[in-house]
């Protein structure tokens, strides 16, 4: 047992990288009373994008799961989406009860979240205020269809949920957009 546990303590300390400890600089610490400053938001560049990858729903009802891909909505040739829901869905359509469609589009640009809104909006669509990952959200509910719509941005990509509210309250919609994870990173 001693003989592994300085195995173990030789290999930690073997491997660990070296760490000056003489401070290179002197960083001064800020005032309590000072205020910080807020940092520029600045886009990605095309190589930080390369980091990007496609994200997966993974909080949605008991039994649902990736059911195909859709394609480029017209008009918006970097979003592509995806439906989740129970084996026994048909599609099309790709939207409506018993569907999650996630859509993504590369790099960020709110465009296609937008035209959803404006459609939703002239359908009689009407706004609730909700957080996201910390961030501030809209979930736009269309009454008439029970639809529900989340968008909101994540490093380098768009993101957009589409639901039905005879699947989803506007509380387990923001639970699955929290959800999302990049699928191979």
């Known amino acids: 047992m ?4 300085l195995v ?4 930690v300390a073997a491997c660990a990288p ?3 400890p003489t401070p290179s600089a002197v960083v001064p610490t800020a005032s309590p009373l000072t205020p910080s400053v807020q ?3 600045i886009s990605p560049s095309p190589s930080e994008l390369a980091d990007v990858f496609s994200g997966v729903v993974e909080v949605r009802p008991d039994g649902w799961s990736y ?6 909505p017209v008009g918006f040739p970097n979003t592509t989406g995806v439906v989740y829901g129970p084996d026994e869905i048909a599609i099309p359509p790709a939207e409506g009860p018993g569907r999650l469609v996630f ?3 590369f790099p960020a640009d709110e465009a296609y ?6 459609a939703s909006r002239k359908h009689g669509g009407r706004a609730q205020a909700v957080v996201v990952n910390g961030d501030a959200a809209e979930v736009w509910l269309d009454e008439t269809t029970g639809e529900l719509l989340l968008g909101w941005t994540l490093p380098g990509k768009s993101e957009v949920l589409v639901a039905n509210t005879a699947d989803f309250t506007v509380a387990q919609l923001v639970k699955s957009a929290e959800s999302v994870s990049d699928c191979c990173g």
């Open 2 to 5: 001693k003989l592994s546990a």
């Open 8 to 11: 173990a303590i030789w290999l």
């Open 18 to 20: 070296h760490i000056d």
């Open 39 to 41: 940092p520029t938001v």
């Open 67 to 72: 059911r195909v891909g859709v394609d480029a």
């Open 103 to 105: 859509y993504e589009t």
């Open 113 to 118: 979240l937008e035209s959803r809104i404006e």
